[in-house]
């Protein structure tokens, strides 16, 4: 499977923004889906995941309460409405792939990765 986020850019603080990760082949609502995020000089961190229906969600606490992961498997397609963003948020944010576990916090279940979308959010 192929992964492309889109949707980043630049906020001020305090603002919103939505990603996209669009996802080829016909398999999509069998992929449990992540969103993770690199910041500069920093190891990639855990942001969101979703099961294959979307019936359970998982959140890194820094972003509890502000970002949304959902999922449109009609459209092969997984969203972070990112709301209430802070300058910490700034990072390339990636959408991962995982055809063994519905949602994880742990990179190394996912299997594919998309390229990421660099988000900045200015103070």
């Known amino acids: 499977v192929q992964l492309q986020a889109s949707g980043g850019g630049l906020a001020q603080a305090g603002g919103s923004l939505r990603l996209s990760c669009a996802a080829s082949?016909?398999?999509?609502?069998?992929?449990?889906m992540g969103w993770f995020r690199q910041a500069p000089g920093k190891e990639r961190e855990f942001v969101a995941a979703?099961?294959?229906?979307?019936?359970?969600?998982y959140y890194a606490d820094s972003v509890k309460g502000r970002f949304t992961i959902s999922r449109d498997n009609a459209k092969n397609t997984v969203y972070l409405q990112m709301n209430s963003l802070k300058p910490e948020d700034t990072a390339v944010y990636c959408c991962?792939?995982?055809?063994?576990?519905?949602?994880?916090?742990?990179?190394?279940?996912?299997?594919?990765w998309g390229l990421g979308t660099l988000v900045t959010v200015s103070s």
């Open positions: 082949g016909r398999t999509f609502s069998s992929y449990g």
């Open positions: 979703i099961s294959w229906s979307g019936g359970s969600t």
């Open positions: 991962a792939a995982s055809t063994v576990v519905a949602g994880s916090r742990d990179s190394m279940w996912y299997d594919f």
